[in-house]
């Protein structure tokens, strides 16, 4: 026998009642986490300030403690690569601070998703459907009216990261947070030659070819007048401050370091995930094309010399 169409409503309004008390209850632990965090006093790193709420990793709590002493232009930010924006970089300076931002991803659903969730009227929040790439991003920022300064930019899109930034003219962020792929190493500024339709699910079967390494970003960052500050600790994202605006964390920075990564999200030709780890992802991927953007010159993965540094290699093993 079927459920009767009213049991079925009782059921789903209590299921979002119970996702609303989650989210709240999550909220408020977040916004408890990052009072306690040190203010004005010398960490080790980036990874000592981590904490998440809505980030995947640990970016929640690095970017509250980045926004609590960096002194931002404005309180905006750009997001894109967000899916439907429950799991994202941003969603704790909207919630947390009340921030104003635009969020941009590929689907449509995903972005309807958002605007029609509380977010978008409980807060300034724009939702653009829009597959990112450099073509197209600087009129996106513009007719989304997020040009010139910004709070903070994160950029990721599993593919072409590295090249957006690059492209990115129509905004001027404080503060930038750039997905990396750790699998290229730390050692070699090396990228993931550009495409603008590259797809991370189709450019190879195990989902780890692509973006570019830390090295590449901390080169480009220093081109675009940028300062690294490091890279949280599962090693995904790295933080960067606009060099004049420096001064105010790199003081209470006792290293600007990156870390690599040991997940493990590696697919088989069938697409089930294998699990394959350390130094067994980079030799999934060995033969595939990269680029170093310092020569120009392209090769093949498995001809760059020594892409891992000592400390990464020890830490991954």
């Given at each position: 026998m079927s459920p009767s169409p009213r049991r079925w409503l009782r059921v789903l309004v209590e299921r979002l009642s119970a996702k609303s008390s989650a989210e709240r209850a999550l909220l408020l632990q977040g916004v408890t986490t990052a009072r306690a965090l040190p203010k004005g006093e010398v960490i080790n790193d980036l990874s000592a300030v981590e904490f998440r709420v809505f980030s995947q990793w640990g970016e929640d709590g690095i970017i509250e403690w980045l926004v609590a002493h960096v002194p931002v232009p404005n309180t905006r930010f750009v997001e894109f690569g967000v899916e439907d924006f429950t799991e994202a970089n941003c969603r704790f300076l909207l919630e947390h601070r009340n921030w104003k931002g635009l969020v941009m991803d590929g689907s449509e659903?995903?972005?309807?998703?958002?605007?029609s969730s509380r977010l978008s009227w409980m807060y300034d929040l724009t939702a653009k459907t829009a597959f990112v790439n450099a073509e197209n991003i600087n009129a996106l920022i513009e007719e989304g009216g997020f040009a010139g300064p910004l709070g903070l930019l994160s950029i990721d899109i599993d593919g072409n990261d590295y090249w957006v930034w690059e492209a990115i003219s129509a905004a001027e962020p404080a503060i930038v947070?750039?997905?990396?792929?750790?699998?290229?190493?730390?050692?070699?500024?090396?990228?993931?030659?550009?495409?603008?339709?590259f797809r991370r699910d189709k450019s190879h079967y195990s989902h780890l070819y692509f973006g570019c390494s830390v090295a590449a970003l901390r080169q480009l960052a220093a081109e675009?007048?940028?300062?690294?500050?490091?890279?949280?600790?599962?090693?995904?994202?790295?933080?960067?401050?606009?060099?004049?605006?420096?001064?105010?964390?790199?003081?209470?920075?006792?290293?600007?370091?990156?870390?690599?990564?040991?997940?493990?999200?590696?697919?088989?030709?069938?697409?089930?995930?294998?699990?394959?780890?350390g130094r067994d992802r980079f030799r999934l991927i060995q033969d595939m094309p990269?680029?170093?953007?310092?020569?120009?010159?392209?090769?093949?993965?498995?001809?760059?010399?020594?892409?891992y540094s000592e400390a990464w290699l020890k830490a991954m093993d």
């Open positions: 659903r995903n972005m309807d998703a958002v605007k947070v750039c997905e990396y792929n750790p699998i290229l190493g730390d050692t070699r500024p090396i990228v993931v030659p550009y495409d603008p339709d675009k007048g940028y300062t690294f500050l490091g890279t949280n600790a599962n090693g995904i994202n790295a933080f960067f401050v606009k060099n004049e605006l420096a001064g105010s964390v790199l003081p209470l920075l006792k290293a600007q370091k990156a870390f690599p990564s040991r997940h493990r999200d590696s697919r088989d030709r069938d697409g089930s995930l294998s699990y394959a780890g990269v680029m170093d953007v310092e020569t120009g010159e392209t090769l093949l993965l498995r001809d760059i010399e020594a892409p």
